[in-house]
């Protein structure tokens, strides 16, 4: 009987060792973050943001433990249009020759169950930081393991340009700013 149990216990071990602590996970290129606003009356302008740097370690025992941490890259941001693209990196936007990255750290991640998440921390534009609460999801095909790992995350936040700084030319720029992330991620 005692053989069962170790044998029983040995096969639970190797079935959920990545159970055993937090897992580190490094974001991928594949990461983005997605700035959508309305311009002169229109909808659908955005820009995006990749080369996201940063990381996330997740505890699947205990989601206090969670963190997440993002630099943007002002100069990965594209607009798809030179002019605007210009516009949005310069002095009167993201000012990006003085402040090169925008920063998100997280201060609590708390699981809602069935994968979506509320993410809360601070997002730091130029000098000025501000709480934010995000709210995500995790794609079905995450796999929370410490070797081999993936993770997907999607999550929308709206933010007030105002709030940071960046309320230039109210008449054609809309405020709020929608903000679509998403991030991948692996373990070793």
Same mark, same amino acid.
């Given at each position: 009987?005692?053989?069962?149990?170790?044998?029983?216990?040995?096969?639970?071990?190797?079935?959920?060792?990545?159970?055993?602590?937090?897992?580190?996970?490094?974001?991928?290129?594949?990461?983005?973050?997605?700035?959508?606003?309305?311009?002169?009356?229109?909808?659908?302008?955005?820009?995006?943001?990749?080369?996201?740097?940063?990381?996330?370690?997740?505890?699947?025992?205990?989601?206090v433990a969670d963190r997440l941490?993002?630099?943007?890259?002002?100069?990965n941001l594209d607009a798809h249009? #030179?002019?605007?693209?210009?516009?949005?990196? =310069?002095? @009167?936007? /993201?000012?990006?020759? %003085? +402040? *090169?990255?925008?920063?998100?750290?997280?201060?609590?991640?708390?699981?809602?169950?069935?994968?979506?998440?509320?993410?809360?921390?601070?997002?730091?534009?130029?000098?000025?930081?501000?709480?934010?609460?995000?709210?995500?999801?995790?794609?079905?095909?995450?796999?929370?393991?410490?070797?081999?790992?993936?993770? #997907?995350?999607?999550?929308?936040?709206?933010? =007030?340009? @105002?709030? /940071?700084?960046?309320? %230039? +030319? *109210?008449?054609?720029?809309?405020?709020?700013?929608?903000?679509?992330?998403?991030?991948?991620?692996?373990?070793?």
């Open positions: 009987m005692l053989r069962v149990a170790v044998l029983l216990l040995g096969l639970l071990a190797g079935v959920f060792p990545s159970f055993a602590a937090p897992i580190p996970f490094q974001l991928a290129d594949s990461s983005y973050v997605l700035l959508r606003w309305n311009m002169i009356g229109k909808s659908d302008y955005h820009a995006r943001i990749t080369g996201l740097r940063g990381d996330i370690v997740v505890d699947p025992q205990h989601d941490r993002i630099d943007m890259p002002i100069a249009h #030179r002019v605007l693209t210009w516009a949005l990196k =310069s002095h @009167q936007f /993201f000012d990006q020759a %003085q +402040y *090169p990255n925008v920063t998100f750290t997280s201060s609590r991640i708390i699981d809602m169950g069935e994968g979506r998440y509320r993410v809360l921390g601070s997002l730091k534009i130029k000098e000025m930081t501000r709480p934010v609460m995000l709210y995500g999801k995790r794609s079905d095909d995450s796999q929370l393991q410490a070797s081999g790992g993936y993770l #997907r995350l999607s999550g929308t936040i709206t933010l =007030s340009r @105002q709030a /940071f700084g960046m309320g %230039q +030319y *109210p008449a054609l720029v809309a405020d709020p700013i929608q903000v679509d992330i998403v991030l991948v991620a692996t373990t070793p």
